[in-house]
């Protein structure tokens, strides 16, 4: 059974970077797709991005210029960072995988998502 | 590519069919398309991939349907755990996109 565990900092202010580490049990991150989703509250879904195979990253345009996506293989862990945090940033954040099927793609397990807010 | 979900809420009783829309701004592969359930506290779950496969688990009274720009996610016979949203997903060739969502409440 594969399971997600997002950690990091809760509480953040206005310009420092958001860390957040999801570690992977039941799979390996070398041999799938893993993106990082986001959603204000009671607001909608944002994909952030995701990393795969031989550390490659996919981003999304929006948030392009302040993502970091790394993966530790050694200790089957993903990392987010996501510098200069306004606001706008405070949302669960979640880890997912991210599968391609013969017939299609899909995120079929998420992380229970961490809150992280940003205040000062 | 926008996903434009339609509508915003959906009130409906028990037993009823729901009928959820998702427009596309620009022609996605049946493959590249999924939808979600979300409850409230919950993270998503994955429902539909590839327009119209029920993911592992999924009961049948949830379908997937359509092509191009314009699919569907319908729930023949709404059951009490089924109120909740429901987001559709598509992935382009390097960028993943929601759309906002419909909410099922309970009329």
């Known amino acids: 059974q594969v399971q997600l565990q997002e950690s990091g900092p809760g509480l953040l202010k206005p310009s420092e970077t958001l860390s957040l580490t999801c570690t992977v049990s039941g799979a390996s991150i070398s041999e799938s797709y893993w993106s990082w989703i986001r959603q204000p509250a009671g607001k909608g879904l944002e994909w952030i991005g995701r990393i795969y195979i031989g550390g490659n990253t996919n981003y999304s345009p929006s948030l392009n210029s302040r993502v970091t996506m790394s993966q530790d293989t050694s200790k089957n862990q993903l990392s987010l960072k996501l510098s200069f945090v306004t606001a706008a940033d405070t949302a669960v954040y979640y880890c997912v995988r991210d599968v391609n099927w013969s017939i299609g793609f899909g995120m079929d397990v998420w992380g229970q998502g961490t809150t992280v807010i940003v205040s000062s | 590519n926008v996903l434009t979900q339609s509508p915003g809420t959906l009130s409906l009783s028990r037993g009823e069919r729901a009928t959820l829309s998702c427009w596309t701004s620009q022609n996605v592969r049946n493959s590249n398309l999924a939808w979600y359930q979300q409850k409230p506290g919950q993270a998503p779950r994955l429902l539909i991939y590839?327009?119209?496969t029920r993911a592992t688990g999924i009961p049948d009274r949830f379908s997937g349907s359509g092509s191009g720009t314009d699919f569907t996610l319908t729930i023949s016979r709404l059951q009490p755990e089924d109120f909740a949203v429901y987001y559709c997903q598509q992935y382009g060739s390097s960028l993943v996109t929601f759309g906002g969502g419909t909410k099922v409440e309970i009329k």
């Open positions: 590839g327009t119209s």
